[in-house]
């Protein structure tokens, strides 16, 4: 049982550049979230969508995009790293939107901008 | 707006001894939610447990027990007779029933050392 997949685990790129966080779940969810969480802090929420075709901002979305065109995956792009984005992603599903419901998480991405 | 805060950001105790983590939370919703999540050191997050608002019953799982509070604001954690495996880092989160998509807000998180 894969559950909810990150990819990569670790990276580190330069001010500027750009790349794709990946997350897929393969527990048929439709709801899923992107959170970062920075040294000795807790989650901060991303961006988030309802289903596929459907995403909307959290808390912390400048300098991240994302798309959903499919139920499985989520990925989360940052076009213009900056220092400040050095922090861990965690990925997250959940069955539906009840608030009721626990969040189904990736392992994380470690990302460093140098 | 909905508010987590876990005062104690370490604690370090020895194997065998018992540890209570505090959570208090703040919230304008009657119907919300509040989770306990496990971060061990290889990083991943993993839910513990879930208690509604509208039940206050205890609740314990092993070494494990939940006392929650609706007087005072909160959903703390126990666990009995430590061990090192339970060495991580904790977050408590709540979800109010009228926040759209299930969006919880988030402890800061309290790190948890058992020393053999």
């Known amino acids: 049982n894969a559950g909810v997949t990150q990819t990569p685990k670790f990276r580190i790129l330069k001010i500027g550049q750009s790349m794709t966080l990946q997350c897929t779940q393969d527990?048929?969810?439709?709801?899923m979230y992107w959170y970062r969480q920075d040294p000795g802090m807790g989650l901060k929420l991303i961006y988030y969508?309802?289903?596929?075709?459907?995403?909307d901002k959290g808390e912390v979305p400048n300098g991240y995009n994302v798309s959903r065109s499919t139920t499985e995956d989520f990925p989360l792009r940052l076009e213009l790293a900056a220092p400040s984005q050095t922090s861990v992603y965690f990925c997250?599903?959940?069955?539906?939107?009840?608030?009721?419901?626990?969040?189904?998480f990736g392992d994380g991405t470690r990302l460093s901008i140098l | 707006a909905q508010k987590v805060t876990q005062a104690q950001t370490e604690i370090s105790v020895v194997e065998k001894e018992d540890v209570t983590l505090d959570c208090v939370y703040e919230?304008?919703?009657?119907?919300?939610?509040l989770f306990w999540y496990k971060q061990p050191p290889s990083g991943e997050l993993v839910f513990l447990i879930r208690?509604?608002?509208?039940?206050?019953q205890n609740e314990i799982s092993g070494r494990y027990s939940w006392n929650f509070q609706k007087s005072t604001s909160s959903f703390n954690f126990t666990i009995t007779a430590s061990q090192v495996v339970d060495s991580a880092v904790y977050f408590c989160?709540?979800?109010?029933?009228?926040?759209?998509?299930?969006?919880?807000?988030f402890g800061d998180g309290t790190t948890l050392t058992v020393k053999p």
């Open positions: 527990m048929n969810h439709n709801y």
């Open positions: 208690r509604n608002s509208f039940d206050e």
């Open positions: 969508s309802v289903g596929a075709g459907i995403t």
């Open positions: 989160a709540l979800s109010e029933a009228r926040t759209n998509a299930g969006k919880s807000t």
């Open positions: 997250a599903s959940s069955y539906s939107g009840e608030s009721n419901q626990p969040q189904h």
């Open positions: 919230t304008r919703d009657t119907t919300y939610y």
